[in-house]
Structure formats: structure tokens, C-alpha cells
């Protein structure tokens, strides 16, 4: 029983440990609360607004995976995979289809 015992104990362990490793690292100044960021194609010139709320992890309500590089979403009305860069701005949405599917590549204009 104590052998049980000491292993459950090493489970929780290392599975607190996991979860700390796994959290996003944020420094000091990261950005809190939410945000409303325009985005455009550069090619057509449509632009439109982006939701960020960095307390719940969200993009337009989507589950984002957000660190200091980079905001990443799946889109649940049109299925696509969004990822932005903190730094410059590029978004990437990738298309999945049967045939390959497509990249396209907007800018958004970030506060930071």
C-alpha cells in the first residue's frame, strides 16, 4: 500500500511539473485583457477586425495558443488554422482540402 501510495505522489509530482512546463511564459508587460485588431489582405485590400482576449486565451472566441511569438487558432465556422506573429504582424491561414489545400498571407496591425 505504501508503494501505491508514494507513486500516486510522484504522478501528481510530475504532473504538476508538466503543466508548469507547458503554460505559456508571458514577461512582465504581457498584454492582458482584450483587443480588437484590424487585419487586411494585401492583395485586395479587405481588411477586418480580430477579437483577442489574452485573459481567456481566445480569438473571436475561438481556443487560441497564445506565447510571446505567436497567437494560433482553428476557425470553428470556416475550419481553418490562423497563426499570427507578435512581432511583424503576418497572418498565415492555412486552407486543408483534399487537393492540397492553400496558404494565404494577410498583415495585421498590432499594438505592441
Not at 472566441?61 to 507578435?86: E, K
Request: overall charge negative; charged content about 15%; some cysteine.
Amino acid at each position: 500500500m505504501r508503494g501505491l501510495l508514494l507513486t500516486g505522489s510522484l504522478a501528481v509530482a510530475i504532473g504538476m511539473l508538466s503543466a508548469t512546463a507547458s503554460a505559456p511564459s508571458f514577461g512582465a508587460d504581457a498584454p492582458r485583457g482584450q483587443s480588437a485588431v484590424i487585419c487586411m489582405n494585401p492583395y485586395s485590400g479587405t481588411s477586418w477586425q480580430i477579437k483577442i482576449d489574452y485573459d481567456r486565451s481566445t480569438v473571436d472566441s475561438n481556443p487560441a495558443q497564445i506565447n510571446d511569438a505567436t497567437i494560433s487558432w482553428h476557425g470553428s465556422t470556416d475550419g481553418w488554422n490562423y497563426t499570427l506573429d507578435r512581432k511583424s504582424g503576418d497572418l498565415t491561414i492555412v486552407l486543408a482540402s483534399a487537393t492540397g489545400g492553400n496558404f494565404l498571407y494577410d498583415h495585421c496591425k498590432l499594438e505592441n
